[in-house]
């Protein structure tokens, strides 16, 4: 299983970026998808998450300005994220709970590659 997340990049405060993700491989199912970021220095923090049923959890720092969309078929999440400010500079890594294809297999966490988001002031 691979997560393969794009859209990373360089923008001013105030602007839109669109970051996706997509899962490849043995998946039999996705429990749930999201993004978080990590900073030089500190910890990985949760930005949104969504299940495959909807439900989706933002972290308050972006509430109202990202919104999280799952396509469950097409195994991809996608984070539009607006209203960029330089505090949301970080690299953003993609994440899924899924279970993977295999007799036996469990729900497990799996992690994309990170891409990074400047946002210039």
């Known amino acids: 299983v691979q997560l393969q997340a794009s859209g990373g990049g360089l923008v001013q405060a105030g602007g839109s970026l669109r970051l996706s993700c997509a899962a490849s491989g043995s998946i039999f199912s996705i429990n749930s998808m999201g993004w978080y970021r990590q900073v030089p220095g500190s910890e990985r923090e949760l930005v949104a998450t969504?299940?495959?049923?909807?439900?989706?959890n933002y972290a308050d720092s972006v509430t109202g300005r990202c919104t999280i969309s799952l396509d469950s078929a097409k195994k991809t999440v996608d984070l539009q994220m607006n209203s960029l400010k330089p505090e949301d500079t970080a690299v953003y890594y993609c994440y899924a709970h899924l279970r993977p294809n295999g007799w036996g297999a469990q729900l497990r966490d799996y992690w994309g590659q990170g891409t990074q988001v400047t946002v210039s002031s």
């Open positions: 969504i299940t495959s049923g909807g439900s989706t």
